[in-house]
């Protein structure tokens, strides 16, 4: 199985910045895309952005210009450099990758993270 921790959640005024890391661990034979999704209060699940294995991005049309993802391949992390917060952007932000844990699993797994609170707030 694989296991997904984020870190770097918190507290934040309009205009500041946060920076979300995610570490994968377990049983993974290989990665595929890895990505950020995020639940505002009383709303649906959303994707914020997410890069492949071969680092192409796509991002949320409400955090381009000032979200940005990147990954370290070597130990399965992603990172989501958020600027610019806006009260809008307070939600609990989820990791999520596409994983094979083993090579016999030929269709790769999804896997979630718990989740870390933004908020943002004067």
């Known amino acids: 199985q694989v296991q997904l921790v984020e870190s770097g959640g918190g507290l934040v005024q309009p205009g500041g910045s946060l920076r979300l890391s995610c570490a994968a661990s377990?049983?993974?034979?290989?990665?595929?895309?890895m990505g950020w999704y995020r639940q505002p209060p009383g709303k649906q699940r959303e994707l914020v952005a997410v890069?492949?294995?071969?680092?192409?991005?796509n991002y949320a049309e409400s955090v381009k210009g000032r979200f940005s993802i990147s990954r370290d391949g070597a130990k399965n992390t992603v990172f989501l450099q958020m600027n610019n917060l806006k009260p809008e952007d307070t939600a609990v932000y989820y990791c999520?990758?596409?994983?094979?844990?083993?090579?016999?699993?030929?269709?790769?797994?999804?896997?979630w993270g718990q989740g870390t609170q933004v908020t943002v707030s004067s």
């Open positions: 999520n990758c596409n994983a094979r844990p083993r090579p016999s699993t030929l269709v790769p797994l999804n896997y």
């Open positions: 377990g049983s993974i034979f290989s990665m595929s895309a």
């Open positions: 890069i492949s294995s071969g680092g192409s991005t």
